[in-house]
């Protein structure tokens, strides 16, 4: 059973262009959760999608990020116009389902470096 | 508010010695409490997960503690080795029936030869 795919692995993008991150999560979990980590910090949540529906964007800036998570296919987030300030790893998890001790299962995060 | 505080930030011990890392929460309410070892450059690994009614919970060399009226977890690595330097997680999950946590900024640890 793959665990959680994300591509690509490193982006590089300059100042104004658009970031596309992908997320593929296990098979048979249907929730995704998006983590931003700058460096020497910890991850701080971003959104929370279900097939179809954002569940909890509270962590999302409010300009430029955009999350979704269609019924085919993988998770997508998205940075338009990037700056400086969105180098970062940008971690995905996914589990079974929200309630419980369900466990997040991370992926090995995408490395976006703005030039 | 909700928070997680871990310490120390970063800790360097030799190879074979013991350790122990602190994690103090004032998330309310409580739902469980996970530490997740992160290697450099890859994603969190969960390495124990905690409830309310639970003191203490083992996996292998890491052993993690939680009192829950002081709100304090601790993970104790014993017999430490190289390929435990990693950071390492504290997460709190809030009891609001969704998926709401909580992380640690994390403590780096450095095990060295």
């Known amino acids: 059973n793959a665990g959680v795919m994300q591509n690509p692995r490193h982006l590089v993008r300059r100042r104004g262009q658009e970031a596309r991150l992908r997320c593929s999560p296990m098979k048979g979990h249907s929730h995704v959760y998006w983590y931003r980590q700058l460096p020497e910090e910890g991850l701080k949540f971003m959104v929370y999608l279900q097939k179809e529906n954002i569940i909890d964007e509270s962590g999302m800036p409010k300009e430029r990020f955009s999350a979704e998570f269609p019924k085919e296919g993988p998770s997508i987030l998205r940075i338009q116009q990037v700056v400086r300030g969105d180098s970062a790893a940008y971690f995905c998890?996914?589990?079974?389902?929200?309630?419980?001790?369900?466990?997040?299962?991370f992926g090995p995060g995408t490395r976006l470096t703005v030039t | 508010k909700n928070q997680v505080e871990q310490s120390p930030q970063s800790l360097i011990i030799l190879e074979g010695k013991n350790c122990t890392l602190q994690?103090?929460?004032?998330?309310?309410?409580?739902?469980?409490l996970r530490w997740y070892k992160q290697d450099t450059g890859r994603g969190p690994v969960s390495l124990t997960i905690m409830t309310f009614s639970e003191n203490t919970k083992s996996n292998g060399r890491y052993t993690a503690t939680l009192d829950a009226d002081t709100k304090q977890s601790s993970l104790h690595i014993t017999a430490s080795q190289l390929s435990d330097s990693a950071s390492y997680i504290c997460?709190?999950?809030?009891?609001?029936?969704?998926?709401?946590?909580?992380f640690g900024a994390g403590t780096r640890l450095f095990v060295k030869a």
């Open positions: 994690c103090n929460y004032t998330v309310s309410p409580f739902s469980n």
């Open positions: 998890a996914s589990s079974p389902s929200s309630g419980g001790d369900y466990e997040q299962y």
């Open positions: 997460v709190v999950r809030i009891n609001t029936g969704g998926f709401k946590t909580i």
